[in-house]
């Protein structure tokens, strides 16, 4: 049976309220095991619909689900998205603060800012190409509201994805100046290496998860617009961090960003 627009509603409290106050909650799905991909999709609209509405700006989009590994173990064939708020932001060299989180983990991206809307459905690699202003290393501080980082799909789509902070800065190029698909990132913490990676860990291309999520906004009326800010997905595994802990992340030709954990 369809979930009513009302029980969607209070999930969406229910989750934007455990965001907020950070505190984890179980699993949607325990109580609501029926919960479709696409009410799941519906509960996270309405989330952004309470922050919208209390003047919160929506500055971007985070890409989830991005290896081809992870979506086979999920059972999609597409990766997940959410969306990125203002109050999500820390500059490089900022703070993660934990009190604001549950229990934060970090992973390395290749972000992109686009100088034109991208729509869909039939957005290809090319047409992202020609929509990207410019190109930005970018880290994620992702936060699962859920009982000790545990989910499902629909679960954690219905969450955000995750989306909690995100860190961008240092050295920004344009799409002819590096190569997204070959360029390697080491990720640091407290000076010890914990992760490599490199942009083909995103189905193949950072681009194509920007296309994906053109064509995913597509199947609701939606475009991509122009400015926005597009984490396109984890290029490594994603590290615990706690107080006292400082990382860095270097990417082949964009420099390096960090942020302290307090």
Known sequence: MAMDQATKAQLAEFL????????EVVKITDEHPDLTLTEAYEINDLIRDRKLARG??????????TSKAKMDQMGVN??????????F????????????LIHPKVE????VVLKT??????CTIADVFAAIDFILPAMEVIDSRYENFRFDLVSVIADNSSSSRFVTGGQSA????????????VMEINGEVVALGAGAAVIGHPANAVAMLANSLAEKG????AGSFIMTGALTAAHAVKPGDSVTVSYQGLGSISARVV
């Open 16 to 23: 934007e309220n455990a965001e907020l106050e950070a505190r």
């Open 117 to 122: 809307a991208l729509k869909g459905p039939g």
């Open 89 to 100: 932001a820390i500059p490089d060299g900022g703070e993660i603060k934990t009190a604001e």
């Open 222 to 225: 939606e475009e991509v617009p």
């Open 108 to 111: 390395p991206e290749i972000a």
């Open 78 to 87: 597409r990766p997940g998205f959410g969306y990125l708020f203002d109050y």
């Open 56 to 65: 919160t700006k929506q500055v971007g989009y985070k890409m989830g689900l």
């Open 174 to 185: 344009t799409v002819d100046q590096v190569d997204m698909k070959t360029m390697g990132v």
